[in-house]
């Protein structure tokens, strides 16, 4: 996040230079944008949607902390703000503030426009920083940006850092990959970088469920390691190893698509790659002292409350801090019944209904590829139901050029489809197709069989994206099919209040409420490793507020195994105080018969801590994360 990457001494150069490369001449690219992620204290900042709430309480922060924030833009507006100048387009700002990167401070439906726009105006870094753009939008920015070779994107949704401070460690550069399905910028992205960064003395990782960016990572610093005889450390975090299986776990991005790898295959995979991975964001510090003083890399004379030494690199998909921001519900995709998804088909002129029972049953696919950035037809010739991705391959294709009907025979082959069958393939290939962006669909899966030269569908598993509908009133036909019936009760409840919550199956007895998704998983993970079984995974948001902790009270113990409640906030824009009293109110109104272990870091800690502690009721505060979740174990399982 801009206002957390200002401690770097060197500015970013307004365009890439290019590269000698002899006789022959390469065709530059997104590939050649990394660089703009050089950001520093010099970096000339502007802000997309300058004069608005969200904007204005960021850029007096980042100001605070010495963004070199030159002005902003505000559509139809000229003028100042907060002694700034006010522009009506980027590209008035490109030509009169000459910035290096753009901040973009708007509400999702007003995001992609926004992004297009600091693209045509070639800003070299462009930052958004706002949850749930449609994935449509995002997909179709994404086939811009390949075709350029001026600006790079990171996000959408992408804020960042804080444990390494209290080790006395500082950040070189903090990177938020961002935690929608598709960022514009990935890890190896940002290794790239760090690789040769003189400031830079040590990474850290944080990732999670969905997508291939951690196993694609570690790929990358195995041979990072091979080639260097003194590399750098790195430590890593992956959060999810207990998510709920097909479930969105609070960040837009967080879910396993099928056929992508899980937590814990993740882990395997940095572990091998020499990377030393821990369970919970407190561990950092302790990890990355030990390891920068063993690799001989760490500075001399620095502590928590001194001057702060630099030379940490962080860098997430998802941020453990969300950014100021008001959103109606957290829930990003939306599943239908199988009827409903074959009825789609049957209006496409696509041939389905229920399986009968006879016939081998391969798979066929259109959905979204993390790695590729872009749609594509994922196709399994498996015939085993109960795993339709066994074998399966994917054939990507550009959003707005769509698939090319020449790749459809590679797909044929790779389905073994009857010589018969394959003139019917495209005719499939091409309703999903349509299906997929008309809807604004996230994954549109099939089975189907193979019936005297034709192909006909017998199963289908449709997920859209929520975020069309929630954000923009988009495809409200298909969000009308949505049953509310087939879902949790309590988990539709805590839904209207913009919270993200997911009851688990299972005997767990402590109760969570935690504010951001990745603290949430890594809270989960946390009280698994030491023991404990978590009832629910529940996300206040990153602005939690003493209303949403009252709410989350009242979701949580409508849940009758749950023996005790573990609060674990982290808190940035969140202030601790704030929290701690709405804790109390929870507890008072709400007549709380079951002990709260209450875990506060971060802004206005003490404070919180404080209220806790001398509040008389059956609250346990903490600051610690291993004390805390030693107590909340303890008192479930003494109930």
Known sequence: MLRHTVLRGRPVGGAIRKRDFGSTKRRLGYEDTIENLRIGKDTRVIFQGFTGRQATANAKESLAWGTNIVGGVTPGKDGEHLGKPVLPTVREAMKQLKPDATGIYVAAHQAPAAIEEAIEA??????????????HDIMRIHSILKTQSKSRLVGANAPAVASTTRAGLGQSLCIGMGGDVLAGTNFVDALKIFENDEDTKGIVLIGEIGGWAEIEAADWIKDYRKRNSNPK??????????????????HAGAFTLPGEPDALMKIKALEQAGVTVVNHPEKFGDAMKTLLGSSGRASSGSSATGSQRRGMHTMRSRPTREVLTKISSQKRSLHIRENLALDLLREKGINASEYS???????????VDRSGRSPCIIASPASIPENPHKESKRFLFDYRRGFDPIRAAAVAEHLHLAESAKESLPKLINGLIDLFKKKEALILETLFVERLGDLKVVGANFTFDDAA?????????????????????????????GIVYIKFAGDGNIGTLVNGAGLAMNTVDALADAGGKAANFLDTGGKATS??????????????????IFVNIFGGLTLGDMIANGVLLAFKELEMRIPVVVRIRGTNEEEGQRIIAESGLSLHAYDDFEAAAAKAIELANSS
Do not use: C, W, Y
């Open 469 to 497: 509908f929630r954000s923009t009133k988009r495809q409200a036909d298909i969000h009308a099919l949505r049953r509310i019936e087939d879902e949790d009760p309590q988990e539709v409840e805590a839904e209207e209040d």
């Open 357 to 367: 029972g006879t016939g081998r049953r391969r798979m066929l696919a259109v959905g």
């Open 233 to 250: 450390p790195i430590s890593a975090l992956i959060g999810g190893v207990n998510a709920a299986p097909g479930r969105v776990m609070g």
């Open 122 to 135: 070639e800003v070299p870094l462009i930052v958004a920083v706002a949850e749930h753009i449609p994935i």
């Open 547 to 564: 209303e949403t902790v009252k709410k989350s009270f009242q979701v949580i113990l409508q849940d009758e195994r749950v023996k005790v």
